[in-house]
Antibody, heavy 124, light 110 residues
Framework: EVKVVESGGGLVKPGGSLRLSCTAS????????MTWVRQAPGKGLEWVSS????????NYPDSVKGRFTISRDNAKNSVYLQMNSLRAEDTAVYYC?????????????????WGQGTLVTVSS | QSALTQPPSVSGSPGQSVTISCTGT?????????VSWYQQHPGAAPKLILF???NRPSGVPDRFSGSKSGNTASLTISGLQAEDEADYYC??????????FGGGTTLTVL
């Protein structure tokens, strides 16, 4: 059974930093692109970052580029999100998800196997 | 960056069909077929229900179907059931390797 578990959320002051972790099991972690998606309270989904299986391809939207850094440790079946210079608008539940694969095909831009999310609150 | 526009809410009675639209606001969104739809129940993580516009992952009922015309993608739910009441999000993958989500649509089953 595939399992994805996020951790590391909490309360942080504006301008502060936080590191989120995501640990997965039930599949060969080192073969899959992983992604972070966030959801502000009562709002919609926003893609935050994706990292390919070996960490050689990384992407961010403009809203977090230069402030957030995604990384992974395949030996630990984990992906991380280092968040710096946090702002009030970064307050959200942060989800980690694995890309969707079916019949031997994997799709870099569709996400299945989501975790339960971890809440990040940026407030003074 | 561009945005995907969805109606804030739709509603329908059990057994009826509803359609949720998703319109891109620039010439290349979503001009490709990299369109997906997610269902999210309150307090739960999103669930992938359609990919590549029309394809359903294993286990998703065939009551869920998708289509696209020009820059507008649509999700149709036929034979509405109470458990379909949820938020629905469209998503697309852009030419600059970013992922966009629509603003979300709340489906109410009357």
């Amino acid at each position: 059974e595939v399992k994805v578990v996020e951790s590391g959320g909490g309360l942080v002051k504006p301008g502060g930093s936080l590191r989120l972790s995501c640990t997965a099991s039930g599949f060969f972690f080192g073969s899959f692109t992983m992604t972070w998606v966030r959801q502000a309270p009562g709002k919609g989904l926003e893609w935050v970052s994706s990292i390919n299986s070996i960490g050689g391809s990384i992407n961010y939207p403009d809203s977090v580029k230069g402030r957030f850094t995604i990384s992974r440790d395949n030996a630990k079946n984990s992906v991380y999100l280092q968040m710096n210079s946090l702002r009030a608008e970064d307050t959200a539940v942060y989800y980690c998800a694995r890309i969707y694969c079916s019949g031997g095909d994997c799709y870099l831009y569709y996400f299945e196997h989501w975790g339960q999310g971890t809440l990040v609150t940026v407030s003074s | 960056q561009s945005a995907l526009t969805q109606p804030p809410s739709v509603s329908g009675s059990p057994g009826q069909s509803v359609t949720i639209s998703c319109t891109g606001t620039s010439s290349d969104v979503p001009s490709n077929n990299r369109v997906s739809w997610y269902q999210q129940h309150p307090g739960a993580a999103p669930k992938l229900i359609l990919f590549d516009v029309t394809n359903r992952p294993s286990g998703v009922p065939d009551r869920f179907s998708g289509s696209k015309s020009g820059n507008t993608a649509s999700l149709t739910i036929s034979g509405l059931q109470a458990e379909d009441e949820a938020d629905y999000y469209c998503s697309t993958y852009t030419s600059d390797n970013t992922v966009l989500f629509g603003g979300g649509t709340t489906l109410t089953v009357l």
